[in-house]
T-cell receptor, first 114, second 114 residues
Framework: DTGVTQSPTHLIKTRGQQVTLRCSPISGHKSVSWYQQVLGQGPQFIFQYYEKEERGRGNFPDRFSARQFPNYSSELNVNALLLGDSALYLC?????????????FGNGTRLTVT | AQSVTQLGSHVSVSEGALVLLRCNYSSSVPPYLFWYVQYPNQGLQLLLKYTSAATLVKGINGFEAEFKKSETSFHLTKPSAHMSDAAEYFCAVWSNFGNEKLTFGTGTRLTIIP
């Protein structure tokens, strides 16, 4: 089975610009979550989507938004980029929601804001 | 709120020696607990999960973890370290309060000494 795929793998943007990150879940997985991992720290929760509906939002500003499409793929958008948005953005998918459905992570998109 | 604490941001062991990575959790309800591994420039790979079925959980790559309620611990062990085990390890707990999400510890970097 193909794992979670994310694109692009690396991205360099300038402060104030906007960025869109993409994620394709494992086939059969209906839930997609997004996490931000700053260098040297554990991942922090941004969003969870299940069956195309937002199920949870972490403590991130409104500059961050996401959506899930009918094929369960997802996009994460970040507007008005700040230097502090530089991080590894991880997408994870799971069969359903809840702790009994472990998250399977992609390799991430490394975003650098200059 | 549910949380995990990883003791020791860096651990070094000799090749062939026992690996012990420590994780303590805080939860008012029976937790779902996970260990993930992250190799350089990659996403997170699920090592093992505890979902209350058995207190000793066996994972991939020879790792196992024991859930001890009396000590609120979920330490990760491997009897004999291999060079390929060098990576960052994250303990995580599934949070059901507010957003459903994984809450990660700060990570432990494991170095293997030849």
């Amino acid at each position: 089975d193909t794992g979670v795929t994310q694109s692009p793998t690396h991205l360099i943007k300038t402060r104030g610009q906007q960025v869109t990150l993409r994620c394709s879940p494992i086939s059969g997985h209906k839930s997609v979550s997004w996490y931000q991992q700053v260098l040297g720290q554990g991942p922090q929760f941004i969003f969870q989507y299940y069956e195309k509906e937002e199920r949870g939002r972490g403590n991130f500003p409104d500059r961050f938004s996401a959506r899930q499409f009918p094929n369960y793929s997802s996009e994460l958008n970040v507007n008005a980029l700040l230097l502090g948005d530089s991080a590894l953005y991880l997408c994870a998918s799971s069969v359903a929601t809840g702790g009994n459905s472990p998250l399977h992570f992609g390799n991430g998109t490394r975003l650098t804001v200059t | 709120a549910q949380s995990v604490t990883q003791l020791g941001s860096h651990v070094s062991v000799s090749e062939g020696a026992l690996v012990l990575l420590r994780c303590n959790y805080s939860s008012s309800v029976p937790p779902y607990l996970f260990w993930y591994v992250q190799y350089p420039n990659q996403g997170l790979q699920l090592l093992l999960k505890y979902t209350s079925a058995a207190t000793l959980v066996k994972g991939i790559n020879g790792f196992e973890a024991e859930f001890k309620k009396s000590e609120t611990s979920f330490h990760l062990t491997k009897p004999s370290a291999h060079m390929s085990d060098a990576a960052e390890y994250f303990c995580a707990v599934w949070s059901n309060f507010g957003n459903e999400k994984l809450t990660f510890g700060t990570g432990t970097r494991l170095t293997i000494i030849p």
